[in-house]
């Protein structure tokens, strides 16, 4: 996504304090006086183009709770926890953390606890999310997820007319030259992981994942590192098949691409992304707000149906078409073959990435 995210291959270069939405200019500062009249400022981070910063969802937002909205832009989960340690704390209100950063932002205390009882949506997020170990701390909860999404195999079906349906395909030799292989060490890592039957959150021989990589390298057309170079890749037909995530597959989908986007038998990458209420927010109450109205049926509804990723919202989901559910695996059968990313020590970053880079490297 990250994903973690599909959209974030869009990303800039961030923190350096841009805004997005709102008064250009401003700084961090939380409320803005107008004609004698206080004007609250909410301050949000979070990556550009995804979902919270389109212009009619801030607009009807800021309407609604009479306020404005400043988005701050990021371009990692690391990014984002420096920027929590340097000058984010008592000036920025709500951040996007995922679990590859949560546990250490928790405890340095850089977030608030979060009282659900004051989020009237979060009685339909689906139960699967609401226990998400990396979301809480001593019995107290400090993210509040929101979308989630998977990386996994995505296909062109005018060039692939088998039903593919195995983590294997990867490594077929007929597709040798038409695979495009994800270029991220926790992606490629976790992906053989999963092929050989090892537990990708904690792979049992990571001499084994080395191998298996090495062994898929020769297959590949080339290791992608954004959505637009995949998307370039696959609309001039120099890839036929490779890992993807399951929002731009959507995406693509919708503007007509021929692309089937499966979790295979074995499972795939899962990804939650969460709101957090940073400590000692301006503006908490309306962070609150803000989050309750990201986690709510119409919000979750509409950016789902638009090519979003898929909803936490029980209720968001059940109102969408089935087939638009199936066609993009929103569905339970889907989420339930997810590994969800989980939260890795440094060393266990380190191990990971050195593996990978030299596979890149041989």
Same mark, same amino acid.
């Given at each position: %996504? ?19 939405v709102?008064?250009?200019?401003c ?5 803005q ?7 609250k ?23 609604? *709770? ?8 990021m371009?990692s ?6 920027k ?6 008592g ?13 250490? !932002?928790?405890?340095e205390n850089?977030?608030a606890a ?7 949506? *979060? ?8 226990t ?5 701390l001593?019995?107290?909860? *400090? !993210?509040?997820?929101?979308? &989630? ?8 079906s005018n %060039?692939i ?20 292989f994800?270029d991220?060490f ?28 090495l ?14 170079e ?9 890839? !036929?098949?490779g890992v %993807?995530?399951?929002?731009?597959a ?5 503007e007509?691409?021929p ?7 074995e499972g795939a990458?899962g &990804?939650?992304?969460?709101?957090a ?25 509409n950016?789902?149906?638009s ?7 029980s209720?968001?989901?059940? !109102?969408?078409?089935?087939q ?5 695996? %929103?569905?339970?059968?889907s989420?339930?073959?997810? *590994?969800?990313?989980s939260?890795?020590?440094d060393?266990?970053?380190?191990a990971?990435n050195?593996? &990978?880079?030299e596979?890149?490297?041989?």
């Amino acid at each position: %996504m990250n994903k973690k995210g599909f959209l974030r291959k869009a990303m800039v270069t961030l923190l350096a304090g841009i805004m997005a939405v709102g008064v250009a200019g401003c700084g961090l500062r939380s409320s803005q006086p107008e004609a004698g009249k206080e004007t609250k400022t909410l301050v949000v981070v979070n990556w550009k183009d995804y979902g919270s910063d389109k212009a009619e969802v801030v607009k009807q937002f800021e309407d609604k *709770y009479q306020c404005k909205v400043v988005h701050i832009y990021m371009s990692s989960e690391e990014e984002l926890l420096t920027k929590l340690r340097t000058d984010g704390v008592g000036k920025i209100d709500v951040v996007l953390p995922n679990a590859s950063v949560l546990p250490v !932002a928790e405890k340095e205390n850089l977030l608030a606890a979060i009282d659900t009882g004051k989020l009237e949506n *979060y009685q339909y997020i689906a139960d699967k999310f609401k226990t998400l170990p990396e979301n809480s701390l001593d019995g107290k909860t *400090y !993210a509040i997820p929101w979308v &989630w999404g998977s990386t996994a195999i995505a296909y062109n079906s005018n %060039m692939i007319k088998e039903n593919v349906a195995s983590i294997h395909v990867l490594w077929d030799e007929k597709y040798k030259g038409q695979i495009g292989f994800r270029d991220d060490f926790n992606d490629a890592v976790m992906t053989a992981a999963i092929a050989l039957g090892q537990n990708p959150h904690k792979p049992s021989d990571l001499k084994a994942v080395k191998a298996k990589l090495l062994e898929q390298k020769p297959l590949n057309k080339t290791y992608w590192k954004t959505g637009d170079e995949w998307s370039k890749l696959f609309a001039n037909n120099q890839i !036929a098949i490779g890992v %993807m995530w399951s929002g731009q597959a959507a995406l693509m989908k919708k503007e007509g691409q021929p692309i089937t986007f499966v979790i295979p038998r074995e499972g795939a990458i899962g &990804w939650v992304d969460n709101w957090a209420i940073v400590r000692n927010a301006p503006n908490e109450d309306l962070a609150y707000k803000f989050i309750d109205f990201m986690i709510s049926k119409e919000f979750q509804e509409n950016w789902a149906k638009s090519g979003g990723p898929a909803p936490v919202n029980s209720l968001a989901t059940a !109102a969408l078409d089935p087939q638009l559910v199936k066609d993009n695996c %929103m569905d339970e059968a889907s989420l339930n073959k997810l *590994y969800f990313i989980s939260y890795q020590t440094d060393e266990v970053k380190k191990a990971w990435n050195e593996l &990978w880079q030299e596979v890149k490297a041989q």
